[in-house]
């Protein structure tokens, strides 16, 4: 029986990455070894790049390359604003959306299930930046779900003694869907959030 | 606006790879700044690798890692059959299911809408090989499509002057499906297919 130990290897790898199973990685490891020298060599530094130029900022958690942090330290930001986020993607997702406030990232949502606990949380520096600041209002833009409100409502009563507005996003119908695709607990969300038009 | 080149860069890499979209691109390079350096570093070296110690067999086509051919120079094997694939993860398969004959990797089937031309392929040296060889059959094993049809015609067209026995592999319903869920073609083949019990 035939063995390619270094394209198992490679598979093992792949197959370590979120969503990806053994076919997958087995498939993707093929298409590299089919790649050309140039690409598989650009794909291989990169990944060594990733980890040593891109750092988290000590102040925000968000991920930085450079030396400066490209929301802490970008000028003409809403400094007012401080809008808590699980990790990095979210973050870029809300600033798609034309948020210009400042970050503060969490690293997840408590669950003890998972093993996330409220200390394994940036939780604690969330509460000193509050303290030390000048924010008028916490945006908790944490995920819909169980754990997400969990946490929201864990984090806004450790909050509320520093008198700091802390908000979270609306939950409603999504925009551009069909109200026939929603389900229950989101129809009664929007219901519980309508406004006057 | 932040920016992270070098996560931009990998994500770009991950892209290329075959059934990845850009979205799953980035949670992926996403995934490998989140891994310890040690898992990193052994993927960007397992990346490296496959492109230095995996080549094709100059006789057959098969990967090989290291400098004999795990098909053609094994010891023990059928050296009367031939199985002709289209590529190298189907011998895997194909290996697994238990035959031990040897193998010739045709690199794909006729495709003109895909650029891909009898030239392209690995013909040619199918034909030689068979004539210099002493094979009493040649297994087409090519995927029960418009082009695999096509290319084990072409293929048992060019190898019909050599006398040797040329087959293809059966068609019929796939093992532990339901015949409900079996489409019209494959019932029409597992009629014309249909064997005395």
Chains 1, 2 share one sequence.
Do not use: N
């Not at 997702?93 to 409220?118: C, D, F, M, N, W």
């Amino acid at each position: 029986m035939r063995e390619l130990p270094s394209l198992e290897k490679l598979a093992l790898s792949f197959s370590k990455l979120p969503g990806i199973g053994s076919k997958s990685a087995e498939r993707m490891a093929y298409a590299v070894l089919r790649m050309e020298k140039e690409d598989r060599d650009a794909f291989a530094s990169s990944i060594k790049e990733v980890g040593e130029r891109i750092a988290k900022c000590p102040v925000c958690g968000l991920y930085r390359e450079g030396d400066s942090c490209p929301s802490c330290d970008e000028e003409g930001r809403e400094r007012s604003l401080l809008c808590v986020v699980e990790g990095d993607r979210d973050a870029t997702t809300i600033e798609k959306a034309g948020y210009r406030g400042l970050y503060h990232v969490l690293g997840g949502v408590i669950s003890p299930s998972k093993g996330l606990l409220p200390e394994g949380l940036s939780i604690q520096s969330l509460l000193e930046r509050v303290k030390a600041g000048s924010f008028q209002e916490v945006i908790l833009a944490l995920s819909p779900t169980i754990e997400g409100e969990t946490t929201s409502l864990y984090v806004s009563k450790l909050l509320s003694p520093t008198g700091v507005k802390v908000t979270r996003l609306g939950y409603g119908l999504p925009m551009g869907g069909s109200l026939d695709y929603a389900d229950g607990l989101t129809i009664e969300k929007a219901f519980e959030g309508r406004k006057k038009i």
